[in-house]
């Protein structure tokens, strides 16, 4: 079953609806886990200080230099050979630095930012914490707009709001009805575990689905990448042609038409390169022999069969005792 990221109650004018939050999406991407190519043992990380050590003292946290901040190129490669579990030769290169380098606790670390180049400025947790937001148990709509007024560059991960309990239902469907018949979406704000988000509350296909909003800033103006199209003359019969292609080409959309290949490729080749294992034998049933009733029978049905398969004798008679008189 899948599981819930969230619950709260999501609440527009005085209606307040008990819901969850469900991830509306699956990725079924292939993921691969780093190993030796000697080996293929699995590659695991260290936290490192860089550089040597003394050099890094003389540069008290909050300030920089671009000459100490900076990696040499052969401490560059060898961490990336490292990084990439690189055979003997990264093993050697690993042991060289190693005098270097100097492992770090997961209690020893800050957040660094480098504000500009060579300036690092460091945060510890606590001063992080707090500043850092309270998760959110309601979301509250502010407004409502139109869907199309949203560009979907602004979507970032899709969400199934479900109501949370038998009493949601009723005003759940209320809402759902409403903005299918307004064609609008409710936007509002709330903080997912420890970020906040704008969120777009909008009808889907029999539920109600949330879609957390890149913030304005968050969002590149085209205008400023992509210059001297308003000096371009698009020709009416040059429009009309391409209008022509689009409506050739026009379908209903259908998502099953449209399968990730690279993936069912990646997938074949990879079953392709898996051992095959033979089944294991099923274990041989012991039993007890039954009870002492069926070992009776057991008993008296072998013995008239192997009555009935005794020849005569000699004599004409059957073999075996002499009867006595």
């Known amino acids: 079953m899948v599981r819930s990221v969230w619950s709260g109650t999501l609440s527009f004018g005085l209606v307040a609806i008990p819901v969850k939050l469900v991830p509306a999406t699956e990725p079924k991407d292939v993921r691969f886990h780093l190993v030796d190519a000697e080996s293929g043992r699995r590659v695991r990380y260290r936290r490192v200080v860089e550089g040597d050590p003394g050099v890094a003292d003389a540069f008290p946290a909050g300030r920089g230099d671009a000459d100490a901040v900076a990696e040499p190129a052969e401490e560059r490669d060898a961490s990336a050979s490292r990084e990439r579990g690189g055979g003997a030769s990264g093993r050697a290169r690993a042991a060289d630095s190693a005098s270097s380098e100097a492992e770090v606790t997961y209690d020893s670390l800050a957040r660094g930012i480098e504000v500009e180049p060579g300036l690092l400025v460091t945060l510890t947790p606590e001063e992080i914490r707090a500043v850092r937001p309270s998760p959110s148990r309601t979301i509250d709509i502010e407004d409502f707009v139109e869907l199309a007024a949203i560009d979907p560059v602004y979507f970032e991960k899709s969400y199934i709001v479900a ?163």
């Open 163 to 325: 109501p949370d309990g038998g009493t949601a239902e009723h005003p759940y469907a209320l809402l759902l009805g409403a903005l299918e018949r307004a064609g609008r979406v409710g936007i509002g704000r709330f903080v997912l575990r420890t970020k906040p988000h704008l969120v777009a509350i909008r009808p889907m296909t029999g539920a109600i689905a949330l879609e957390t909003l890149f913030f304005g800033d968050e969002v590149r103006d085209p205008r400023q990448i992509v210059t001297g199209i308003d000096r371009e003359e698009i020709g009416g019969r040059e429009l009309t042609m391409a209008e022509q292609l689009i409506d050739m080409l026009a379908t209903d959309w259908d998502p099953s038409r449209y399968a990730d290949t690279y993936r069912e490729e990646l997938r074949s080749l990879i079953a392709g390169k898996t051992p095959r294992r033979e089944p294991e034998p099923e274990p041989a049933v012991v039993t007890d022999g039954g009870s002492d009733a069926e070992r009776l029978m057991d008993a008296l049905r072998e013995s008239v069969e192997r009555a009935k398969r005794r020849e005569p004798d000699a004599t004409g008679g059957r073999g075996g005792a002499a009867r006595t008189g």
